[in-house]
């Protein structure tokens, strides 16, 4: 399993991003996905996760703000981010579990098996 997130960068407070995760190795559908983040001096925080029936739920930091959600057929997880505050500002990553859970999680993180290596995002 191989996740690769895409799509970070600098942008302005207020700005918008979107980010994107391609996965290979194992087919999304059957799998809880979702985008965390560290920020610096922080531990990893869940921000958005996708389950495998399309409920999804949402860091209350970020509620209102992101959207996640996937391409199923293209197998790529996505996570809009509008609104963006310099608090924002971290490296995201993408996860994601096979599960027979009927909901996905946003802690602990260690629930989650497959990682990508993270997108820079920041925000001034």
């Known amino acids: 399993v191989q996740l690769v997130e895409s799509g970070g960068g600098s942008v302005e407070r207020g700005g918008s991003l979107r980010l994107s995760c391609a996965a290979s190795?194992?087919?999304?559908?059957?799998?809880?996905k979702a985008w965390f983040r560290q920020r610096p001096g922080r531990a990893r925080e869940g921000v958005a996760c996708i389950d495998r029936f399309g409920g999804f739920y949402y860091a209350d930091s970020v509620k209102g703000r992101f959207t996640i959600s996937s391409d199923k057929a293209r197998n790529i997880l996505y996570l809009q981010m509008n609104s963006l505050k310099p608090e924002d500002t971290a490296l995201y990553y993408c996860a994601s579990v096979s599960t027979s859970a009927t909901r996905c999680l946003l802690q602990p993180s260690s629930w989650y098996e497959d990682w990508g290596r993270g997108t820079q995002v920041t925000v001034s």
């Open positions: 190795g194992h087919t999304f559908g059957r799998f809880c």
